[in-house]
């Protein structure tokens, strides 16, 4: 595991950039999994201007999401879908239909999980952005998820919806359950970029790089992969 300390949180956003950008650069046809929330939204934001100033094309890329809300209306601005392509692929040169994500409205729920499985399986996932949660969720694993999991729908915890609840700042209810990628189908990527900033997240990130492997601490799976770099700003690596 390669951990990278970067002088700020703007410095560390440009340093896994830079990590996306040549793994873009690099690939006739790249399959690049995504995650949302608010760590991700400067990496998307350098990548965007990245496009726009420097000629990175994302023309070649198919882009996977991890997770997804059950229950949304199918405009819902909080979907994550809707994220990914308000902070991204309208603002590159994705194809149409480049942007690849679990059904949340399709009538079999659990036969649409094994769609899913089987379509980021054979993709197959060449680097997979990951955030981490204050309670060590990576994707919509919560504590106690399996390190074999599948993609399966889950019912979120009480920590995940508070700390996600500052998205739905029309005051509605956080979704209780979600789709997600489980943590097999997450290791199965052949690289992984964790990226994490903030004081919050210290002692996550401490647990997960540092920590015994436990389902307690679902980010502690990272451990088991041979590829994976950690950019943090000095807050978040202040535990380690």
Request: charged content about 25%.
């Amino acid at each position: 595991m390669r951990i990278i300390v970067a002088e700020d949180r703007v410095a560390a956003s440009e340093c896994a950039a830079d990590i996306v950008e040549r793994f873009v650069r690099d690939q006739r046809r790249a399959s690049l999994g995504v995650a949302t929330g608010r760590t991700t939204e400067a990496l998307y934001d350098e990548l965007v201007r990245r496009h726009q100033h420097e000629g990175l094309s994302f023309a070649g890329v198919d882009v996977y999401l991890l997770d997804e809300y059950v229950g949304l209306d199918p405009d819902d601005p909080c979907r994550f879908r809707s994220v990914v392509q308000r902070e991204l692929a309208q603002q590159v040169d994705l194809r149409r239909d480049a942007v690849h994500c679990p059904d949340p409205d399709a009538p079999d729920l659990p036969r649409e999980c094994c769609r899913y499985e089987h379509l980021v399986r054979s993709a197959p996932i060449g680097l997979q952005i990951l955030g981490i949660g204050f309670n060590g969720h990576i994707a919509f694993n919560e504590p106690g998820s399996a390190f074999d999991s599948v993609t399966r729908i889950v019912a979120l915890s009480e920590q995940t919806r508070s700390d996600n609840a500052g998205c739905f700042s029309d005051g509605r209810p956080v979704p209780e359950r979600a789709i997600t990628q489980g943590i097999a189908a997450i290791l199965a990527a052949t690289e992984l970029l964790l990226l994490a900033c903030g004081e919050r997240k210290a002692a996550t990130v401490a647990a997960a790089v540092d920590g015994p492997l436990c389902e307690a601490v679902p980010a502690s799976a990272l451990q088991l992969h041979a590829s994976v770099t950690v950019v943090l700003d000095p807050d978040a690596a202040s535990l380690l």
